[in-house]
């Protein structure tokens, strides 16, 4: 029986791209640059905050805001469907949360308006002016959503038998570990539909699966 379900966001609840690209896009940086970084880390050349500090070092001749970030996501709201389908979650008695390796500004408002019981994702530092400071504290890594994943289960006092997963790409398979059910949701990628038990296109039957 499954006690928690665990939601990746972007992709998966709300259908946007990244929210780290969203802020490429917002502050006009060129993709080439963004992808020279992200290559990096996939290799294992640098650590993902060494790769968050030098994403959000392609922002900062902008001198970005909090309040900047925070317009480059105005109007980023889940779907109805997926409001209905956290809603039947909840009314069947199963926590919900978000473990995503995006922005927490974004990650905080959707799980405001979804009602889920916390977010997990990487925060953006600013001095007290709410200017960034180029630094940021990394809370979610993508090939470690796991540790995420444990420690919601151990505030839950769930096991993870218990635990249910859903995401749309390979980095959501790091979610997987020893949970009871490992859901793929409009998946992006081959690897993520073979770890998965089961794959669907919609958020709706994703949640009809995990109540059982």
Known sequence: MIK??????????IEYESSWQ??????????CDAQSNLEAYTRGDITYTEWMEKDIALWLPKRPTLDDVRRAFSGRRAPAETVDAISSLHESGISTYIVSSGIDVLAQSVGAQLGVCRTYANE????RSGVLTGKGTCVVEPFKKYLNVADIARREKADLSEVACAG??????SMFHGVGAKVAVNAKHRELVDAADVSFDSITDAASYIIG
């Open 124 to 127: 953006l530092l600013a001095d």
């Open 4 to 13: 928690v379900a665990v939601f990746d966001l972007d992709g998966t609840l």
């Open 168 to 173: 749309d790409t390979k980095y959501d398979i």
């Open 22 to 31: 969203t802020l490429h896009s917002y502050f006009g940086v060129e993709h």
